[in-house]
């Protein structure tokens, strides 16, 4: 995913090439459109702008995670900012917010889901929440002075999405199947791109800039088990091996091995990385 667009489009190129397409290679179309497009810049806005009084934090560790562009940490520590962190525990946002509140786990909240093939399902919960938590429905419920019940919320949704006359009837045979029948699509089989957009994408790649041991270009990437470092509570995931390199523990610069011989490195060499005021 993080290849440039025009690797994707000669990849899509291939696929149809090969007739792929509808075959083990589906498109499906976005399910939510107005989903914002960058959380990022939002995020910035927000820690920038003088007239904000309380944020509500649904889940989430932004003072540990955030992009290091703005100071999230600070913005928390903002005089007159009343700041509530819902989580499951205490992590560095929480203990930089007004208020820390519990966060119910999936397994103890009533909701709805929406699988990328548009197929509907319910989130029940299975047991009663262990330390009296709000689940992310309530918390939303509360700020659109909601006063249902999620249990309530949800029949709602469900009933505005698909009216029945018997409602009641659809609506435990739902929950017992688990999922909607005949919400799931089998995807669209036509290319997303047309020939002239793949023409044009391959045709960018000329803007690509030249990597060299003058001008290196860093990506950091999620751990297949930690990701970004979430999960590192779970003592299990940190001796669970890289897939690909099979490293357990340590934190490795991977480097191709032609750069590594104009840097004049070796494998198994301590290196500094340096990006402004920052080091690693």
Request: proline fraction near 6%; glycine fraction near 8%; include cysteine.
């Amino acid at each position: 995913r993080n290849q440039p667009a025009w690797v994707h489009a000669l990849a899509h190129a291939v696929n149809a090439g090969l007739g792929n397409h509808g075959q083990c290679v589906r498109f499906f179309p976005a399910i939510d459109t107005n989903e914002p497009t960058d959380l990022v810049a939002d995020l910035k806005e927000l820690v920038e702008a003088t007239d904000v009084k309380t944020v509500v934090i649904i889940g989430g560790n932004p003072v540990y995670d955030a992009p290091a562009d703005f100071d999230f940490a600070g913005f928390l520590g903002r005089e007159g900012l009343t700041s509530v962190h819902f989580s499951s525990h205490r992590d560095e946002t929480s203990q930089l917010a007004t208020w820390h509140c519990p966060l119910a786990n999936e397994l103890e909240s009533w909701g709805d889901l929406l699988a990328v093939d548009g197929t509907y399902s319910i989130q029940q919960p299975l047991i009663a929440p262990l330390y009296d938590g709000w689940s992310p429905l309530q918390v939303l419920a509360v700020a659109a002075d909601r006063k249902e019940s999620p249990y309530e919320l949800v029949r709602e949704t469900v009933r505005a999405r698909y009216p029945s006359a018997a409602f009641e009837r659809d609506f435990r045979k739902l929950l017992h199947a688990g999922v909607k029948e005949g919400t799931t699509v089998t995807g669209m089989t036509g290319a997303p791109l047309f020939h002239n957009e793949i023409a044009q994408a391959i045709g960018s790649a000329k803007a690509v800039p030249v990597v060299s041991k003058d001008s290196l270009e860093i990506s950091f990437r999620p751990d297949p088990a930690l990701w970004e470092g979430r999960y590192a509570n779970d003592l299990w995931a940190l001796e669970l091996p890289d897939p690909m390199t099979k490293i357990v523990w340590d934190n490795a610069a991977l480097i191709s091995v032609q750069t590594a011989r104009d840097l004049g490195l070796r494998s198994g060499q301590m290196v500094k990385l340096t990006v402004g005021e920052r080091s690693l």
